[in-house]
């Protein structure tokens, strides 16, 4: 268990307590594409796949998409920017496509 200035509280408890709010939810009351991936990162980090799966989808892929493109940046390949041309659209696709589900569908 990790100590944040001496008390008790966890680290992912603290996390968990103060996540940043969506502008855009705050300003339209609609969520965005990209609501959930917080509290989805920390059900992932706990190790809790199934709720981060249920909260938000496309995290996984975006932290693929991620560490692929940190990856690709210290050691450069070649067709490097297709590759993480064509990543982007999936994901990207990804990503619409389950905030569309989630928005009309579900």
């Known amino acids: 268990m990790t100590f944040i200035f001496c008390s008790s509280i966890s680290f992912f408890d603290w996390l968990q307590n103060h996540l940043l709010t969506c502008p855009f939810k705050a ?3 609609i969520d965005c ?3 959930g991936f917080q ?3 920390i059900a992932m980090c706990k ?3 199934e709720t981060s799966w249920m909260l938000y989808p496309p ?3 975006l932290i693929f998409l991620f560490l692929t493109a940190g990856i690709l940046y210290k050691f450069p390949v070649k067709h490097q920017s297709l590759l993480l041309k064509t ?3 999936i994901v990207g696709n990804f990503v619409m496509i389950s905030y569309i589900y989630k928005m009309f569908i579900q």
């Open 27 to 29: 300003l339209t009351g």
């Open 33 to 35: 594409p990209g609501c």
């Open 59 to 61: 995290t996984i892929p």
């Open 39 to 41: 509290r989805s990162l």
């Open 87 to 89: 990543l982007m659209l």
């Open 47 to 49: 190790g809790d796949f």
